[in-house]
């Protein structure tokens, strides 16, 4: 129990030092939308915001559950949301910094970083790669931890996809709910189809949770063109 209840605070250090490496990008950003001064107040409270979320992060399992990453990285993006929230911006446009900051953020990595990370993308398309999937997704479905996430594997057909993940529950959903973020959710949903971009992967994905449907429908094709991203596709709903 004390390794839960420490978890995030023990590596507050760390966490600030990751946060730092990707709050460059976004502040790269920032300057663009508002000028020098206002982003550099902005990013300054964006840390500060973050800081303070770190001793609430939900424990869900730690270094051994694969996804505890995705959770922190999204908790950036909640922290640059609430900041803009207070200097009176809407969820759409902390979306679209958010959006511009991932692109930002992966094309800044040295080459070699990117070379690993499509590498690691390729061999989940494996034998090998699937098996483990199915392991986590068997995992997940214990609910172990509340505040977890939940998803089913699911087998492709070679054609329209080679393998997908039907996410039922959301560990960002639940978070970002207790944090009263909720409008903010279905934006740093985008941030799946920069990082397929990048590896190839062919992200394609027609709900999520963050929108209100039953589940999160991931399906992945190598090389296949990925062709979602900014505007999301429930914006240009509104607006029609």
């Known amino acids: 129990m004390t390794e839960i209840v420490n978890y995030y605070t023990s590596q507050k250090s760390k966490l600030l030092r990751d946060f730092d490496y990707a709050a460059k990008s976004m502040k790269k950003v920032l300057v663009l939308h508002y000028?020098?001064?206002?982003?550099?107040?902005i990013a300054r409270d964006i840390r500060q915001e973050f800081e303070a979320l770190i001793p609430n992060?939900?424990?869900?399992?730690?270094?051994?559950?694969?996804?505890t990453g995705s959770l922190i990285g999204a908790i950036w993006y909640l922290a640059l949301y609430k900041a803009l929230k207070k200097h009176g911006q809407t969820?759409?446009?902390a979306g679209k910094i958010t959006y511009e900051s991932i692109e930002v953020f992966l094309?800044?990595?040295?080459?070699?970083?990117?070379?690993?990370?499509?590498?690691?993308?390729?061999?989940?398309?494996?034998?090998?790669?699937?098996?483990?999937?199915?392991?986590e997704a068997k995992r997940s479905q214990r609910r172990q931890y509340p505040e977890?996430?939940?998803f089913n594997y699911v087998e492709g057909d070679g054609e329209q996809?080679?393998?997908?993940?039907?996410?039922?529950?959301?560990?960002?959903?639940?978070?970002?709910?207790?944090q009263d973020?909720?409008?903010?959710t279905p934006f740093v949903c985008l941030s799946d189809f920069p990082e397929s971009r990048l590896t190839n992967s062919g992200l394609v994905r027609t709900m999520t949770l963050a929108e209100g449907t039953e589940k999160c429908n991931f399906r992945y094709k190598r090389r296949r063109e990925v062709k979602q991203g900014w505007p999301p596709n429930f914006l240009k709903l509104n607006e029609n």
């Open 107 to 135: 094309s800044s990595w040295p080459k070699l970083l990117k070379l690993g990370y499509r590498l690691l993308w390729r061999m989940m398309f494996t034998r090998l790669g699937r098996r483990l999937m199915k392991k």
């Open 35 to 41: 000028g020098d001064e206002l982003a550099e107040t």
């Open 57 to 67: 992060l939900p424990y869900i399992g730690g270094r051994k559950n694969s996804l």
């Open 91 to 93: 969820a759409e446009e």
């Open 148 to 150: 977890d996430f939940v």
């Open 181 to 184: 973020a909720d409008e903010f």
């Open 161 to 178: 996809f080679d393998f997908g993940m039907d996410f039922t529950e959301c560990a960002v959903c639940k978070f970002f709910h207790s």
